[in-house]
DNA sequence: CAGTGGTCTAGACCACGCG
DNA sequence: GCGTGGTCTAGACCACTGG
């Protein structure tokens, strides 16, 4: 009589039979655990020592499984200490009013009095300032010949201390060349107070908004899980005659945000 | 004097006092031909075997690089056939009037208007309607009771045959028993045109915009290969007395959709 | 049929974390 | 020091594509 060890019960999830790939199965078992809440936010996975010995196969075969749910943002692992359901961070919701809102607000940037209004520490790093040639597309959207400068502000921001986008600025450089927009700090109200100040009244904004996996600098620079994408919303700020003075290029992360528009229907 | 191959010029490309894994430097490797152009859209990539032989590992080797960039969405590959640079497909861009122009086309849903106007072939599939329990995040917005029943609409769209996004819709039963809203066909102008004739005057549309991974059965519904994302849009439709009558939640593919907003500076 | 990618084994050694 | 995940080897067999 052959000895029947207790992890036979969960080799018994496994259907042989099955054209489904092992490790897909696996996959499945362990997807439908973390959907039922049986594996919570956080919670630690199996070992893939344990895993192998309950199904019977490798551990190769168990990493191809975690790799999968790894590839869909559903597990998080640290080397030398184990495999995690992913927690989804805190959103922040990106609303279509937010910079009508801006250009009321006075003596603060809009992304540090609204994270900071929330009980939450902002903070932006890593700008950089400076004149160069812009890229095709923002020349596209700007209107410019093809040798004219923009003014190129570049940041970081986080929320603490994590980071959830950056951005790239670019400015016609006829227009922001020796004023505050082209200063590190850009002073009350950003860099649109300025701009209306520069006598460009702003009429609207166009917003593009794509989604895609990061390239490994922005999974980098963001701290990204794998199989997190990232939203990338290209903004161009038009004024009331009709010209185009600015153009921001911004990554988020997309389990950091999500972005509210409001319609009207006529 | 030992013989030299000439793969030995690609096997100088490994660091081998490099900390950085071998599978990961075989993936810059191709990442940078994939971005530098070197290696265009629908190229096919080396076999695996070749590049085994090219880089002096195993298969695995290569398979776990080339995994890195099929989880970029950068790669597809094909059983049988060969691993290739994944083409991006024409995208369709969902302009933020497109509910306010659609109010006034009659005769055609707005979709089928809209990529037939394009020269591609519009179609809807997996009509389903029916009449439900909404979900919870439903019951919230349409401001229901717990025990109130929706008219659930599903279906999914294509151009010329390659699924987009799929789409749910949830109306008040109240609102929608008994309507064309609760029939197959909609008629002319779709449900947005029969909530209007039925006296709700629409107002605005809230929309909610989040990106994440697919789950297998939305990659399975809409085609996706590894490493491409979803937008997930579920918007509102409030009417002018400020009643929420329809929540529709939809998933696209978001290598096929980008979004354009425009919104005013005041 | 040959060549491709897909799956899986049975090991090995390493780097990291934590007690 | 021990358990964890990370990397890599050297095979094997399979399923699929295409000539």
Chains 1, 2 share one sequence.
Request: glycine share 8%; net charge neutral.
């Amino acid at each position: 009589m052959p000895a029947t060890p207790d992890n036979q019960v969960l080799i018994e999830h496994l259907d042989p039979t099955s054209d489904r790939a092992v490790f897909r199965q696996i996959a499945d078992h362990l997807r439908a655990a973390i959907l039922s809440g049986r594996l919570g936010e956080g919670d630690q996975l199996p070992s893939e020592s344990q895993m192998a010995d309950h199904y019977g196969v490798t551990r190769m075969t168990v990493r191809q499984a975690v790799g999968v749910l790894k590839g869909g943002g559903l597990v998080e692992s640290q080397h030398g200490r184990g495999a995690y359901v992913r927690r989804r961070p805190q959103v922040r919701r990106l609303g279509s009013d937010r910079f009508a809102r801006q250009l009321r607000q006075e003596g603060k940037a809009a992304f540090l009095a609204e994270v900071e209004g929330v009980g939450a520490k902002p903070t932006v790093d890593q700008i950089t300032v400076s004149e160069e040639r812009p890229p095709d597309d923002v020349v596209q959207r700007l209107h410019l010949g093809s040798r004219v400068k923009v003014v190129v502000r570049r940041r970081r921001y986080l929320i603490d201390a994590h980071p959830v986008e950056f951005a790239t600025s670019y400015i016609p450089a006829e227009i922001a060349r020796g004023t505050a927009i082209a200063e590190q700090n850009t002073g009350p109200g950003g860099i649109y107070a300025r701009l209306e100040e520069l006598g460009h009244r702003l009429d609207h904004y166009d917003e593009e908004i794509r989604a895609r996996m990061p390239d490994p600098e922005e999974a980098r620079s963001l701290q990204l899980a794998a199989g997190v994408p990232v939203f990338q919303l290209i903004r161009t700020a038009v004024d009331v005659d009709g010209r185009p003075v600015e153009v921001c290029n911004t990554v988020m992360s997309s389990d950091a945000y999500v972005l509210d528009y409001r319609l009207p229907a006529q």
